[in-house]
């Protein structure tokens, strides 16, 4: 099936410093998610959004969602230990439609 | 806030035989469940939709006999991988969503081992 493309693949950072991942879709959505997930578990919605241009925060956690609806953000202030995980974007057409995700972002923190 | 419970979280079986997943809607009413199977190190792939009281939806190239979907209640759906093979090995996730929702809350995922 379809999938975003996520970027980047992976990130190395050190704790502290800030993150910023993107995700984008050759088509637009009118709903798009972003998901933590650690090893071995399911996928925990971090934030949602559900207009263009639309910009919210969870924490120390903020996304936004594109203007051109094909496009959505995620920064992490001041990273921690354990924002370690796999970060994917997901996205809906509609409000009935199966999700598309993203190929995912790995975050490792080192101290 | 919405919880889904997926049982077993780790089942080894051998060739040839089914495992069946559960997946149930703690605190809402499912209408819509999601069966996911993610590999080590990619992302989630979408195997099937069912709604409640119908039969399953599933993406192309997913074998429906061999994936069996069960959505008998609005709590309760069910996955059941039959004749599995070593090939069969991954981890399947499920989510659900309520008509009233436009998030989709996932289950803790079953790890399935087949040897």
């Known amino acids: 099936g379809q999938q975003l493309n996520q970027s980047p693949q992976s990130m190395f950072i050190q704790e502290g410093e800030d993150v910023s991942m993107n995700c984008t879709s050759s088509?637009?959505?009118?709903?798009w998610l972003w998901y933590k997930q650690d090893p071995g578990e399911g996928p925990v919605l971090l934030i949602a959004?559900?207009?263009?241009?639309e910009l919210t925060s969870n924490g120390r956690l903020t996304a936004q969602f594109g203007i051109t609806r094909k496009d959505s953000f995620l920064n992490i202030s001041a990273s921690i230990p354990s924002d370690v995980g796999i970060y994917f974007c997901a996205g809906h057409p509609g409000t009935a439609s199966k999700l598309t995700f993203g190929t995912g972002t790995r975050l490792q923190v080192t101290l | 806030g919405a919880v889904v419970s997926q049982h077993p979280s780790r089942v080894i079986c051998k060739s040839g035989t089914s495992v069946k997943i559960e997946c149930r809607s703690l605190d809402f009413q499912a209408t819509t469940m999601f069966w996911y199977r993610q590999f080590p190190k990619q992302s989630l792939m979408l195997m099937a939709t069912?709604?409640?009281?119908?039969?399953?939806?599933?993406e192309q190239g997913v074998e429906k006999d061999k994936f069996l979907i069960n959505h008998a209640s609005l709590t309760l759906s069910t996955l059941t991988v039959t004749s599995a093979h070593p090939e069969d090995s991954s981890f399947y996730i499920c989510?659900?969503?309520?008509?009233?929702?436009?998030?989709?809350?996932f289950g803790s995922g079953t790890r399935l081992t087949v040897v």
């Open positions: 959004l559900y207009k263009a241009g």
């Open positions: 989510s659900a969503r309520s008509g009233q929702m436009y998030g989709y809350t």
């Open positions: 088509s637009i959505f009118n709903t």
């Open positions: 069912s709604n409640e009281g119908s039969k399953a939806t599933y």
